[in-house]
């Protein structure tokens, strides 16, 4: 069983740094021994937001790679850290895709963990949560707290990650579905039946269960959602005890809460939506691989069938307007992440090139700005994202070339005690003038332990 996406790499050389809370009317659980920071993470001076803009951020390592440029306008960034980390988590991170819609960021963190410790039941219990953030306002509102919503004793598993996408139906609910955090607890012993399909609602801010253990005993990492005809579907990972080891792929109706379709050879870690025609595509894989893509088809759903079109399939963009989706392979060892174009209208592929802009070549959110032109994107997602700089990258899909809009390290490092270590987790404006990424921070200490929101204002001379 492949456990690396499920356990934090370790980043070596960071300085051990103090970052002092700031005052609560609840008391906080000690950190432990080998942690050096306190929660809930906070800015200095009882700042909930800060906001910067400078030339810092268009200082390049000595990483970059020949061949790529450096935006000429530095973007304004504002910076903050989510609300709700009020204890050490194991640690607190991300791990599914976000949204920006209606003028909203919706994002999802979690603490990793899975079943409720000793004591008084403040922590070990897997918290998985989702908040909306007003970028006007510039606030969080939580929308839905896992462990609360499933209000499960506290010998049972609850999942303390969202692997999955945040995606939005035209019922104008939140879709998403949760996940495991260590691999050992999705067990008998722990009441595991299967994760969960959650939705929330933004409008009223109501949270409710869709359904249950759609795969009995699989967790679901792997999502996309058909939002006209309100289909989740799903890519699973499987528990300790499943007697099905194999990924599976599942379509279940939201609407109707029935189950359209199940069966092997899943994807690993992302599918390809194509919104004009429902169909779905992806590669079945153990290990993110490039291979051929099958197809799904809701109006015929029977087992999916290959199609002739090869690419690499680690994250996906949504359709653009062009009718394109693109994709980013995940690389291997030594290898190179490449980037595609896949026509959802002739199922055919176009390679673009390599999306490497430093020493990092992992990637795991990919979005296309509302013109199709550009792509954005972070490179290494699990950790190491510093060594080039914490680079924030624009891809030109018409030129096929690689620009740095900003290195955000060692920026806020220096000034907060911040180093922005990766993410799974970012989304573009609908207008296309703000990149809202959800960072997995360290503030001392060998692994990450905090989750922060920067918001990038693109200037418009970048983006023409």
Known sequence: MRICEYTV???????????????????????????????????????????????EFLKSPPTLLKGV???????????????????????WSNWGDSLAVDGKYYASIGDHLAIRGKGDGTQGSGTGLV?????????FRKLLDVAKLLDLPKDHYVPGKIHSRLDMGSDGWLYCS????STTVTADKNHYEGDWILRCDPKTGKSEVVVRAPVPKHCIPTSALDAERLIFYGGTAPGTDAKDKEIQFFAYDVKNKKLLYSGP????????????????????????????????????PTAPTKIDATLGLRAATQ?????????????GRGGEAILYAFDTKTEKVQELGPAAVGSNTYITTLDADPTGRYLYYIPGAHGGSERDGSAVVQFDTKTKTRKVIAFLHPYFKEKYGATLA?????????KGDKLYVTWNVSRGGKVWDCCALTVIHIPESERP
């Open 319 to 331: 359709e653009t307007p062009q009718g394109i989706v693109y994709t980013v392979s995940k690389s």
């Open 9 to 55: 790499r370790m980043l070596a050389g960071a300085a051990l740094l103090t970052i002092v809370c700031s005052a609560s009317a609840q008391p906080k659980p000690k950190p432990s021994e080998a942690s050096a920071v306190t929660f809930p993470p906070a800015l200095p001076d009882g700042k909930s937001v800060v906001t910067h803009k400078g030339d």
């Open 178 to 181: 949760t996940h495991r955090g």
């Open 69 to 91: 440029t450096v935006a000429e306008a530095a973007p304004t960034v504002d910076f903050l850290y989510f609300p709700g980390q009020d204890y050490e988590g194991k640690p």
């Open 265 to 300: 050879d899943g994807p690993a870690r992302a599918m390809i939506f194509a919104k004009s025609t429902g169909r779905v595509y992806y590669v079945p894989s153990k290990d993110d691989a490039v291979g051929e893509l099958v197809r799904f088809d809701p109006a015929k």
């Open 422 to 430: 990766g993410t799974f987790s970012a989304a573009i404006d609908p």
């Open 131 to 139: 908040f909306e953030y007003d970028p006007a306002k510039k606030t």
